[in-house]
């Protein structure tokens, strides 16, 4: 049998692998458990192997036909030494304090355990590259950037060759890591320097004004000044009971004052967008995550905005929408990683 290679998304509440065929067809179901993120390294790599296993028993392999392991990881990740350099969500609490990871070797632990090459990336950058072959890039637009709105909000940039001047051979999409691995970090664009502070201590990303907190304290506020809203009906009167997908639902039903919020957030994420299309000029922008499935209200007010601050003439090749892996980019890029490593990609 040829090789085959395994993506891996490894998350705050659960880790998910699936084993794919070099030529992307997916063999056997994706296999997830709890990752015990917070438990401690040990106990949150014990759960990785397994899923690792599980999902090459389901697929009907065994370690020595794997290429090579592909893994979307949060946090900074150094992704030629293999190491989490810093990652908020996983760690262990050592009596009143929660040690966070940092510089943990993950690749060269999961390796030594099951003697497989592996390749790890930071999570949002993978889902550009999972969305780029397998979703609106369909593995040849001539470039990518991908937004991805939930609790933050990640991103990636996929280069190709059609964007460098000069000598650039290389075929099929590049993704944008930076000198260390930390590049990518769209939710951290500024769009008004005197803005809101931002969870990294900066003033006016768009993470601070358009992330799921955000946009809750927004429904909140526009709650108590609209109380013939339906977000007051559907949270019985109750703001501490809103979420971002009730704001969602409010919008679908008409309601003006929901509509109003994605009007607004949509309007920040606009900006940003724009700044992306008039620094990289590619040929798809695909907004994912949770958030995005607030549709059309929250794409009219983006489209709008885009079409306000982007340069038009790298507007009009440019295709700007929905991503269509909204629930396993993040695993797909992992197994695009995982390919290109092999060098089957």
Same mark, same amino acid.
């Given at each position: 049998?040829?090789k085959?290679? *395994? ?8 880790? #998910?692998?699936g ?11 994706y *296999?997830?458990?709890?990752?015990r993120?917070? &438990?401690?390294? !040990?106990?949150?790599?014990e ?7 599980q ?6 392999? *065994?370690?020595a036909?794997v ?8 946090? =900074?990740? $150094?992704?030629? =030494? ?8 996983f760690?262990?609490?050592k ?8 510089d ?12 497989i ?6 999570d ?7 969305? @780029?072959y397998y979703?609106a890039g369909?593995?040849t637009?001539k ?9 933050g ?8 060759? =059609?964007?460098?001047?000069?000598n650039a ?21 500024i769009?008004?320097?005197h803005? #809101?502070?931002?969870g990294?201590?900066a ?8 992330? #799921? ?8 506020e526009?709650?108590?000044r609209?109380?013939?809203s ?7 009167? $109750?703001?501490? !009971?809103?979420?971002?997908a009730? *704001?969602?639902?409010?919008?679908e039903?008409? $309601?003006?004052?929901?509509? &109003?919020?994605? $009007?607004?957030?949509?309007? @920040? ?6 700044t992306?299309i008039?620094?990289f000029?590619p ?9 995005? !499935?607030?549709g ?8 709008? %905005? ?6 038009? %003439?790298?507007? &009009? ?7 269509? #892996? ?20």
């Amino acid at each position: 049998m040829a090789k085959v290679v *395994v993506g891996v998304d490894l998350g705050g509440t659960n880790v #998910r692998a699936g084993v794919f065929t070099t030529d992307g067809s997916q063999m056997g179901e994706y *296999v997830q458990n709890p990752s015990r993120a917070q &438990e401690g390294f !040990k106990i949150t790599l014990e759960q990785i192997l397994l899923t690792l296993n599980q999902a090459m028993e389901r697929a009907g392999v *065994v370690s020595a036909q794997v290429g090579a392991i592909g893994m979307a990881v949060p946090g =900074h990740i $150094d992704a030629v =030494h293999g190491v989490v350099r810093w990652a908020p969500n996983f760690g262990e609490r050592k009596g009143e304090v929660f040690e966070v990871w940092r510089d943990v070797p993950l690749a060269d632990a999961i390796r030594a355990r099951l003697q497989i090459p592996v390749y790890m990336g930071n999570d949002a950058n993978l889902a550009a590259l999972g969305e @780029y072959y397998y979703g609106a890039g369909k593995g040849t637009a001539k470039g990518l950037v991908m937004f991805t709105l939930g609790t933050g909000i990640g991103g990636g940039v996929v280069l190709t060759h =059609h964007q460098i001047q000069g000598n650039a051979r290389w075929q099929g999409g590049i993704l944008l890591v930076g000198m260390n691995g930390g590049a990518g970090e769209l939710g951290h664009t500024i769009i008004n320097w005197h803005g #809101r502070r931002c969870g990294c201590g900066a003033m006016g990303c768009v993470e601070a004004f358009a992330q #799921r907190d955000a946009i809750v304290e927004l429904a909140r506020e526009k709650m108590r000044r609209n109380p013939n809203s339906l977000l007051n009906t559907l949270t019985e009167g $109750d703001p501490a !009971k809103i979420t971002p997908a009730l *704001v969602a639902q409010a919008s679908e039903q008409g $309601d003006p004052t929901a509509i &109003e919020i994605w $009007d607004e957030i949509g309007t @920040y994420v606009g900006i940003a967008v724009a700044t992306h299309i008039n620094t990289f000029n590619p040929e798809v922008v695909a907004i994912g995550g949770q958030i995005a !499935k607030a549709g059309e209200p929250l794409f009219k007010a983006i489209h709008r %905005t885009v079409r306000d601050y982007a340069i038009p %003439t790298l507007l &009009e090749t440019c295709r700007l929408g929905l991503a269509e #892996r909204l629930d396993d980019a993040g695993i797909l890029g992992a197994v695009a990683l995982a390919q290109q490593y092999a060098g089957e990609g």
